[in-house]
Structures are given as structure tokens and as C-alpha cells.
């Protein structure tokens, strides 16, 4: 009676699904990167067209909507984060 091979025995499974899970945390490190320039550079046009406008009260609901984009744009990142590292 022959003996029967494991897929496993031939190809190495579990290396091949560590790969792609780096990679996919990677691919998911570079997005939420790429998010959060997006987000700053997004939020440095709205001050400049604010400041634009020479209205201060203009000027300043701007800057406050600014850092609110930027703390949540960056909470979002830094918990995506955590759990791609799960």
C-alpha cells in the first residue's frame, strides 16, 4: 500500500499565509500613511483658503474643524493600527 502525501509535506502552507499576512499588514501600514498625509494636506488647503477669505471668525471655525480632522483622522489611524499588529 502506497503512502499518501500531505499538501502540507509538499508545500509550506503555514510560511505561505505568514507571507501574505505581512504583507497585508504592510499594505495596510502604507494606506493608513498615505491617509494621513491626505488628511493633512486636506486640512493645510482649508486654513489657506480660510485665512484667504481675511475674516477671522472664518479663519478660526477653520482651524478648530483642522485639528478636529487631524485628531480623528489620527485616532482612526493609530487604533487601525493596533489592530493590524493583532
Given amino acids: ?4 502525501t500531505k499538501p502540507n509535506d509538499i508545500f509550506n502552507v503555514q510560511g505561505a499565509f505568514e507571507r501574505i499576512a505581512d504583507a ?3 499594505a495596510g ?3 493608513l500613511d498615505l491617509y494621513e498625509k491626505a488628511v ?3 486640512t493645510a488647503l482649508e486654513l489657506k ?3 484667504a477669505v481675511k475674516l477671522p471668525a472664518v479663519t478660526e ?7 478636529v480632522t487631524r485628531k480623528v483622522a489620527k485616532t482612526y489611524a493609530d487604533t487601525a493600527r493596533d489592530l493590524l499588529k493583532a
Fill in 1 to 4: 500500500m502506497a503512502t499518501q
Fill in 24 to 26: 497585508n499588514r504592510k
Fill in 29 to 31: 501600514n502604507d494606506y
Fill in 40 to 42: 493633512g494636506q486636506l
Fill in 49 to 51: 483658503t480660510a485665512e
Fill in 61 to 67: 471655525i477653520a482651524k478648530t474643524h483642522a485639528d
